[in-house]
């Protein structure tokens, strides 16, 4: 089984957006923080389970789970997992945020 690895970037992110929801509606960010873990966990078991963005090109080895509003990107790599980066789904992605905070590239 794969190990989750939340890089700080995406953690941070995921702390943004979720303070932000929480403004409005507290229960409604609780309750998205423990569907993208677990959403997150099951992909222990199967790593392969997210869709390829449609924004990047195949050669690319990202990922993404889709929970919304967010939309969490990671790569696989042996037996770990590398959670990268969570955004918000109306944003654009940028795709040169993957590569930085990714220092394997692609």
């Known amino acids: ?8 970037s995406a953690l941070l992110d995921l702390d943004g957006i979720v303070e932000y929801i ?25 790593p392969d389970s997210g869709r390829k963005p449609p924004e990047l090109l195949r ?23 590398y959670v990268l980066y969570v955004m918000r789904s109306e944003k654009l992605l940028r795709k ?3 590569s930085d905070r990714d220092s394997s590239g692609s």
């Not at 089984?1 to 700080?8: G, K, L, R, S, Y």
């Not at 409604?28 to 078991?45: N, T, Y």
Request: aromatic fraction near 16%; proline fraction near 2%.
């Open 22 to 46: 929480a403004l409005d509606k507290y229960t409604a960010a609780e309750a998205l923080v423990e569907d993208i873990f677990s959403r997150v966990e099951h992909l222990k078991k199967f």
């Open 96 to 98: 040169y945020i993957l």
């Open 59 to 81: 050669k690319f080895r990202y990922r993404e789970l889709i929970v919304g509003p967010c939309r969490i990107f990671y790569r696989t790599d042996e037996s770990k997992i």
């Open 1 to 8: 089984m794969a190990q989750i690895v939340w890089t700080e």
